[in-house]
């Protein structure tokens, strides 16, 4: 039975708050649990001893303050509520507590409230919905680690392509031509990057992230994705440089800004490549 409006939007809110607090804890502790598999594989290859570590993973153990490690409260924890209410900082220690946390689940709210006025609640929305959480965890990650998990490129893009099947078919081969092409296009300008200059400019992770949202969009939509996601990225990196002089010269991650350009092709790609279009024209 359908929800009214009345209560499927609240409800679509509450739950992408708490789908964003969730995903505060992926994009802390995944990092921390590859670095810890990678040790561990290192340890085994060199035939070291394990280290006795305790266990870690998504669930274990709790969340606790980052600065004195006091085991947060049930009712600290609470989407964006917690972290008002304690005035961003920690109840025992009064460290702050990053802004990171209040800004994710607003931006899972955020996301949840946008696929529902654009999709309904069908069982596209579903999909395109944990397209949008995916791409916001790794555009997190990436600008706290600059890293990009295979371990959520890679089901995206797998997903992007039973999306198609499931809801689209007559589109699957164009998404397996867009996830071809997505690779091979930041694969072959890496390439040329690193022979002209002798640096790298991205990391492979970029490779798989641009695959993954041709497979959730066709290979059409590519060019608009790197124009979006270049564009952004150039005015970020001068204004950041600009107000901060220190990061001139720094590394910056080019996976948020393929995430952002993978949320407005999703949600409003249609309009807005018809207009691409028709400037090409």
């Known amino acids: 039975m359908d929800l009214p409006p009345a209560l499927l939007w609240p409800l679509a809110a509450f739950l992408g708050l708490c789908l964003g607090s969730f995903l505060n804890v992926v994009i802390v502790r995944l990092p921390v649990m590859l670095m810890l ?32 490690e006091t085991p947060i409260a049930w009712h600290d924890n609470l989407p964006v509520v917690g972290w008002f209410k304690r005035r961003g900082r920690c109840a025992h220690c009064q460290a702050p507590i ?24 069908t069982w ?15 555009a997190v990650i990436d600008l706290r680690t600059q890293l990009l998990p295979d371990l959520i490129t890679l089901p995206l893009l797998w997903a992007g392509l039973a999306y198609q099947l499931l809801f689209q078919p ?14 091979l296009a930041l694969w072959s300008f890496y390439w040329l990057f690193k022979l002209v200059t002798g640096k790298e400019g991205m990391g492979y992770g970029d490779f798989k992230l641009l695959a993954a949202l041709g497979a959730w969009l066709g290979w059409q939509y590519l060019p608009m994705v790197l124009i979006l996601s270049a564009g952004v990225g150039a005015l970020v990196g001068i204004a950041a440089q600009l107000a901060l002089p220190r990061l001139r010269g720094a590394p910056m991650p080019f996976g948020p800004f393929l995430a952002m350009a993978g949320w407005i092709a ?12 028709g400037w090409l024209l």
């Open 37 to 68: 598999g990678w040790r561990a594989e290192a340890r085994e290859a060199l035939e070291l001893p394990e280290e006795g570590a305790s266990r870690f993973n998504l669930l274990v153990p709790r969340s606790i303050c980052p600065n004195c």
């Open 98 to 121: 990053s802004l990171q946390y209040p800004l994710v689940e607003l931006a899972g709210g955020a996301l949840a409230l946008a696929v529902l006025a654009l999709y309904g609640p």
């Open 124 to 138: 596209p929305a579903l999909f395109v919905y944990g397209a949008c959480l995916a791409l916001l965890a790794l």
């Open 170 to 183: 007559l589109m699957l081969p164009s998404a397996v031509i867009g996830a071809m092409a997505g690779y």
């Open 266 to 277: 999703l949600l409003v790609g249609e309009p807005l490549m018809a207009t691409y279009q």
